[in-house]
């Protein structure tokens, strides 16, 4: 069975945000940003179709993906015209935007990605309807509870997780949006995998399952953290030995992390077909 069959019906999740820790890792935001174009890249080349929740800020990550897409089109099998990026705006994310920047991205979009605004429970909402809506502030609560649902969609639209990076200060919501996302796969036993090559949320996550020594945190525990302890790296449920996620939990090397991905991706994908 070759990697196209085994993916091209796999829908991964990836979960990316600034990691505090980059500097004193030798390394720059620009390595973060290519890790998860080659991640993205190999994973379309290879048919599978990803989804992220982030907003439109330029040379944000959404954009990135969007770019990519665009250059590298999804290997999709004949007569799969999905789209090979679905990205989610949350409630409190499109609502302090101007719709007609939203309406101009879903646009120039529609060849390639797929733009989707959802209202505060987590359902889509229309442009149309996204039209009557006035531009303002959310409120705090908007943010936890928009945040968490947008979360929770996600989660159901798709069969795998991947988080590298990721703030554990300044954030919206109950916890760190990448330990969020991370803690919701582990408990709905999604494949989980985690690069803490780069630092940051995914690498104390890393740390608090055993998968490499628990780094020196100057900013403290973050909230939420307590609930890893919880699981341990066999509740990756990645189709990766416990040495392999020990290597992808610490790798800063692309290649290295791509093809640990990808052989756990197809190892799910063919005990799930036996």
């Not at 990721?166 to 949006?177: A, L, S, W």
């Not at 995998?193 to 020594?213: H, N």
């Amino acid at each position: 069975m070759s990697y196209t069959e085994v993916l091209s019906e796999r829908v991964v999740a990836i979960s990316i945000s600034e990691s505090p820790d980059m500097l004193a890792l030798g390394l720059s935001d620009e390595h973060l940003k290519d890790a998860m174009a080659e991640i993205a890249r190999h994973l379309l080349a290879l048919g599978s179709r990803l989804v992220y929740g982030g907003d439109l800020r330029a040379n944000g990550f959404s954009n990135l993906l969007f770019e990519l897409v665009s250059r590298h089109r999804r290997d999709a099998e004949i007569g799969d015209a999905r789209p090979g990026v679905v990205n989610y705006l949350a409630w409190p994310v499109h609502l302090r935007m101007a719709f007609a920047d939203i309406e101009t991205a879903h646009v120039d979009l529609a060849d390639t990605a797929a733009l989707i605004c959802l209202e505060l429970n987590g359902s889509r909402l229309g442009m149309d309807a996204r039209r009557q809506l006035p531009q303002r502030q959310p409120s705090e609560a908007e943010w936890t509870d928009g945040l968490t649902a947008m979360r929770k969609v996600m989660l159901d639209e798709s069969d795998a997780r991947i988080v590298l990076g990721g703030r554990v200060d300044q954030y919206k919501g109950v916890m760190p949006g990448i330990a969020e996302e991370a803690l919701m796969s582990l408990t709905a036993q999604q494949p989980l995998f985690v690069l803490g090559g780069f630092g940051g949320c995914a690498r104390d996550i890393a740390g608090v399952l055993g998968l490499v020594e628990l780094p020196n945190m100057p900013h403290g525990p973050w909230r939420g953290m307590e609930a890893f302890k919880a699981f341990t790296a066999a509740s990756l449920n990645n189709g990766l030995t416990e040495e392999e996620n020990a290597i992808l939990a610490r790798t800063p090397h692309v290649d290295q992390a791509v093809t640990l991905v990808l052989r756990g991706l197809v190892n799910v994908g063919t005990a799930a077909a036996t």
